[in-house]
């Protein structure tokens, strides 16, 4: 009995079962049903490009630019150390909501931790970090909110000790800043401000390339008009998504 090429079988399943347009849009549209079915869930490693390269019989270059597509759309992340993965779907908040990131986190089934990178103590004399019109010493964080071990968003925080003495020594470690907060010290105003930037300085952290686009969200709120806390987020932008809700006057 004659056995058929591989690359013969390859082409009488196309032709049974037709993707549209070019290769790379019919390797992105497999890996699209293999991911929108629930065969290939959040955290799947998906093969390298050398093994699709192989698999579909075609140019590196070609697998690339799907990849490439689809990371783009959100669809996939990559790691430079691991390969790439499907990604988490974003986290949605209300683009005027004070989120719990932990309590997002793990609504999603997923295991939150926060990552504490560093922390001291300092003045702001000048206003120079971010929170005018505190007196007296601030507490500044910086850490990184972990879901299921990936890093899901990094965050810079000042917290007025004037305000929330007990911020000393609490254990950010145990409990993120902002649950910590929420639980210690009611806010009465805040001010959002939302930009998109590459990850920059922060994509280490991330495991992230500098030119990464992502989310910044930097948040001050204020208890009796007095100035408790000052943070900036930053979010890969596939990760996160704001939704705002509003209705004519």
């Not at 280490?204 to 943070?231: F, M, N, Q, S």
């Amino acid at each position: 009995m004659k056995s058929t090429p591989r690359a013969d079988r390859r082409n009488k399943t196309s032709q049974t079962a037709p993707r549209p347009g070019s290769l790379d849009q019919r390797i992105r549209a497999d890996i699209i049903d293999k991911i929108t079915s629930g065969a290939w869930r959040p955290g799947h490693k998906i093969p390298t490009e050398r093994e699709l390269t192989e698999a579909y019989g075609c140019a590196r270059m070609t697998v690339s630019k799907a990849i490439a597509s689809l990371v783009l759309a959100g669809y996939i992340e990559r790691n430079k150390k691991a390969g790439s993965f499907v990604c988490q779907p974003p986290l949605e908040t209300a683009a005027f909501d004070i989120p719990d990131l932990a309590q997002l986190i793990r609504a999603r089934g997923d295991l939150y931790a926060f990552d504490l990178k560093t922390r001291d103590i300092a003045a702001d004399a000048d206003g120079a970090l971010n929170l005018d019109g505190a007196k007296g010493e601030l507490l500044r964080i910086d850490g990184v909110h972990m879901a299921n071990g990936v890093p899901f968003a990094i965050e810079h925080r000042i917290i007025s000790l004037a305000v929330a003495p007990e911020a000393r020594s609490a254990d950010f470690a145990a409990e993120a800043p902002g649950t910590w907060l929420t639980g210690h010290i009611p806010w009465s105003s805040a001010r959002h401000r939302i930009s998109a930037r590459a990850a920059g300085p922060d994509a280490a952290w991330l495991d992230l390339d500098k030119t990464t686009a992502c989310l910044c969200v930097e948040r001050w709120t204020w208890h009796a008009g007095v100035p408790v806390t000052y943070v900036k987020n930053l979010f890969p932008g596939h990760r996160y998504d704001l939704i705002a809700e509003f209705s004519p006057k």
